[in-house]
T-cell receptor
């Protein structure tokens, strides 16, 4: 099984707060982890990827990976109304040749 | 300059018709995919081609037939359309082994009436 689980939300945070998005995956050998942002009516766009345990920061975004717990998260600091979107977690299990398995996405609303 | 382009963007058709969606990428990628996104936003893999060869064929009705004339193009033909085929279909591409993620096309919203 290659399941990727996310809380569907909706998650609401006030402007300026930290938004925390979580994702768990079932295949322990998974190697690559991605976060995509999808605005309503638009295509998914890559915002972060992470391969190693620990934190990876890019501007206001931080991806956190814990392979032992099979858990990957995305933190958005100083949330802005423009961050309101659906966030999709994607995982590449081993021996799948780059194939992504997506979670169902978490809908985030940042309230001004 | 569009990296992954899909046509048409919108497609409204009656049940029983046959339709095609086209996808082209100019990124030099060698692997292309078709995903179906349902109303709950779940992205499900349908097919994948690497250098024109089919490498992933998930459990999809055989009314769906992909075709890759070259590694820059991947088309999707759907026969005998059903109401349940209504969804957004995304094309995506990547360079196999690069692990830098997919680039998605803008999507085709298919509505079967």
């Amino acid at each position: 099984q290659k399941e990727v689980e996310q809380n569907s939300g909706p998650l609401s945070v006030p402007e300026g707060a930290i938004a925390s998005l979580n994702c768990t995956y079932s295949d322990r050998g998974s190697q690559s982890f991605f976060w995509y942002r999808q605005y309503s009516g638009k295509s998914p766009e890559l915002i972060m990827f992470i391969y190693s345990n620990g934190d990876k920061e890019d501007g206001r975004f931080t991806a956190q990976l814990n392979k032992a717990s099979q858990y990957v998260s995305l933190l958005i600091r100083d949330s802005q109304p423009s961050d309101s979107a659906t966030y999709l977690c994607a995982v590449t299990p081993p021996n799948t040749g780059n194939q992504f398995y997506f979670g169902t996405g978490t809908s985030l609303t940042v309230i001004p | 300059d569009t990296a992954v382009s899909q046509t048409p963007k919108y497609l409204v058709t009656q049940m029983g018709n046959d339709k095609s969606i086209k996808c082209e990428q100019n990124l030099g990628h060698d692997t292309m995919y078709w995903y179906k996104q349902d109303s709950k936003k779940f992205l499900k893999i349908m097919f994948s081609y690497n250098n024109k060869e089919l490498i992933i064929n998930e459990t999809v009705p055989n009314r769906f037939s992909p075709k890759s004339p070259d590694k820059a193009h991947l088309n999707l033909h759907i026969n005998s359309l059903e109401l349940g085929d209504s969804a957004v279909y995304f094309c995506a591409s990547t360079l196999r082994g690069s692990y830098y993620g997919y680039t998605f096309g803008s999507g085709t919203r298919l509505t079967v009436v």
